[in-house]
C-alpha cells in the first residue's frame, strides 16, 4: 500500500516537473558553427522570443560577450558576432527575462575564427 502511494504521488508530480520547466529557453543548434568576427549567426529551440530571453552572449566560461541580437522568434534568434571577438570556441548563453532573470549558459558552441576556414 506505501509503494502505491508512493508510485501514484510520483506519477502525479511529473506533470507539474514539466510544467515549470516550460517556457525556460533552450538553444539546440547554431548555423553556421563557425564564422568571424563581424559575422551573423542563427540559433534555433524553443522558448527565444522577446518575453523569454533578454539577452544573448557568447562565453568562454570566464569572460562574457553581448552579442547584438538582429531578429528574435519564439524559435530562432539571428545575431550579429561582436566585431573585437578573439578566435576561440564559446558557448552561447541567454540572459532570461522576467522578474527573476537568470543567466543559462545552453549546449550549444560555436567557433570564432580569424578567416572563414581556419579555427584558431
Partial sequence: ??????????I????????AAEGVP????????TARPGAVATVTGEYLD??????VFLTD????????????????IVFKIPA??????FSL???????DPKLIEEPVRLVVTTDAGTPS
Fill in 26 to 33: 533552450m538553444m539546440t543548434a547554431v548555423t553556421p558553427d
Fill in 50 to 55: 522577446k518575453t523569454h530571453v533578454a539577452q
Fill in 1 to 10: 500500500m506505501k509503494r502505491s502511494l508512493i508510485l501514484i504521488a510520483a
Fill in 61 to 76: 566560461g570566464t569572460n562574457d560577450f553581448k552579442v547584438e541580437v538582429v531578429k528574435q522568434g519564439a524559435k530562432e
Fill in 93 to 99: 548563453m541567454v540572459l532570461t527575462a522576467g522578474d
Fill in 84 to 89: 573585437n571577438m578573439k578566435p576561440g570556441r
Fill in 12 to 19: 502525479l508530480a511529473v506533470p507539474l516537473l514539466l510544467r
